[in-house]
């Protein structure tokens, strides 16, 4: 997810936190070069992976989104 800390992306989380076991790993990317906010490391501490990227920068965002599927397949 990216905006994760917002107020909207926050409740996301917070949800998909809630119900992880259907969703296997949750990431949320955080800006490059910015501190990780409060919100972002509680979330961390519940499981979340916090990836950070230059949204900008391609380059940057290659590595953080390799191997992640964005439909996994349920059972």
Do not use: W, Y
Request: hydrophobic share 40%; glycine share 10%; net charge positive.
């Amino acid at each position: 997810m990216i905006g994760g800390s917002g107020n909207v992306g926050r409740e996301i989380l917070a949800a998909l936190v809630a119900r992880k076991d259907e969703f296997g790993t949750i990431s949320a990317l955080k800006r490059e070069g910015f501190p990780t906010s409060e919100v972002l490391q509680h979330l961390e501490n519940q499981g979340v992976h916090v990836l950070e990227a230059n949204l900008k920068d391609k380059n940057s965002l290659v590595p953080v989104f390799k191997g992640i599927c964005l439909n996994p397949v349920r059972n």
